[in-house]
C-alpha cells in the first residue's frame, strides 16, 4: 500500500487525485488530521486514517501495511518542522515501509537564509540516518507563492522588491502529478532527486516584463534594500518570523539557491512544465 500524509492539503490532495488516475486506489491511503474532509477519497475506495504528525499513536495506525510513505512536509518553521518530520520518518520506519519519500526543495542547504531551506536539509539529513531506502522529492519553489508575495504588486503596477536572482518558478499542479507518478513506479530516484523545476528559473524584473507583456500594462520592478522591504512588510501587517522568511528567500535567490532547472520533472510528466508565463496569463485575468 501507498501511503500518503497531508492528503487535505493543498499538495497532499492533488497527488492522491493523480495517484487515483494512475493505480487502484484500493491500493492507496492517506494521512490526514481529519477523516471528514476526506470522505470524498473514502468513497472512491482510498483507506483514510487519522494522522497527526504530533501523535505517533495515530500515524501508528495510518501506517499499518505501508509499502511506502510519502512525508508531505509540515506547514512549521524550524525545529519544530523537523521534530514532525522525525516523527512521521520513525512511524513509517517502525511500520516496515520499504521507501520513504518526503517533499523537499530544490534549494535546501544547511545554513540557507531561508529558513525552509535550512529545515529541509536538515530533514533529509534525518532520512538518511533513518537506515531505510528513502527519495528526496526536490521541489521546485512554487509559483503559488510567488504569486502570494507579489501577485498584488503585479496588478498594483509596481514591483518593489530587493535585490534577487533567479528562481524556477515550477506550479503544485505539476509536481502532485510529477510525485504521483513516483510513487506509481513510473520512475524511481535514490536519495535526493534531480531539481524538480520548471523549464527556465526567471528575476523579479524579468516577472514583471512578462506580466507587462500578459496585461499589456506597464509594470514597473523596483529594486530597495532589503531593510526597507522587511519594514514595509511589517507595517502591512506581516508577522515579523514570516517577514524574515520571505526577506531569505530573496537573499537565497540572489546566492542563486534557486536558479537550477532540469528536464527531469517534464520527463515525468511527458511534457513541458507549465511555464511562469502561463500562471501570470491565467492569474492576471481575472
Known amino acids: 500500500m501507498i501511503v500518503v500524509t497531508g492528503a487535505a492539503g493543498q499538495l497532499g490532495r492533488q497527488v492522491v487525485e493523480k495517484l487515483c488516475t494512475m493505480i487502484d486506489p484500493h491500493r492507496i491511503g492517506i494521512s490526514v488530521r481529519d477523516p471528514k474532509q476526506a470522505e470524498a477519497l473514502a468513497e472512491r475506495g482510498v483507506r483514510v486514517r487519522r494522522g497527526d504528525f504530533d501523535d505517533a499513536t495515530s500515524l501508528a495506525a495510518a501506517f499499518v501495511g505501508a509499502e511506502r510513505v510519502l512525508i508531505v512536509s509540515a506547514n512549521k518553521l524550524g525545529e519544530e518542522a523537523r521534530r514532525l518530520h522525525r516523527n512521521a520518518i520513525e512511524a513509517a520506519r517502525a511500520a516496515g515501509a520499504r521507501r520513504i519519500l518526503y517533499t523537499s526543495h530544490m534549494g535546501a542547504r544547511a545554513g540557507s537564509s531561508f529558513a525552509p531551506g535550512d529545515q529541509h536539509a536538515a530533514t533529509e539529513d534525518d532520512l538518511a540516518r533513518a537506515e531505510v531506502p528513502f527519495t528526496s522529492l526536490r521541489h521546485g519553489f512554487y509559483a503559488e507563492s510567488c504569486l502570494m508575495m507579489v501577485g498584488d504588486a503585479l496588478r498594483q503596477g509596481e514591483l518593489r522588491a530587493p535585490e534577487d536572482g533567479p ?96 528536464p527531469a520533472l517534464g520527463t515525468l510528466l511527458g511534457r513541458e512544465p507549465v511555464n511562469m508565463r502561463e500562471v501570470l496569463s491565467q492569474h492576471l485575468a481575472r
Open 167 to 262: 528562481v524556477s518558478w515550477t506550479t503544485r499542479a505539476d509536481l502532485a502529478e510529477a510525485d504521483a507518478a513516483i510513487l506509481a513506479g513510473r520512475a524511481s530516484f535514490e536519495g535526493l532527486s534531480p531539481p524538480l523545476t520548471a523549464a527556465r528559473a526567471i528575476t523579479m524584473a524579468e516577472l514583471s516584463a512578462i506580466a507587462s507583456e500578459v496585461t499589456g500594462k506597464d509594470i514597473k520592478h523596483t529594486t530597495v534594500t532589503d531593510e526597507e522591504w522587511r519594514l514595509a512588510k511589517i507595517v502591512a501587517g506581516t508577522p515579523e518570523i514570516y517577514a524574515d522568511m520571505l526577506l531569505g528567500m530573496f537573499q537565497a535567490a540572489r546566492r542563486g539557491d534557486f536558479a537550477a532547472t532540469d
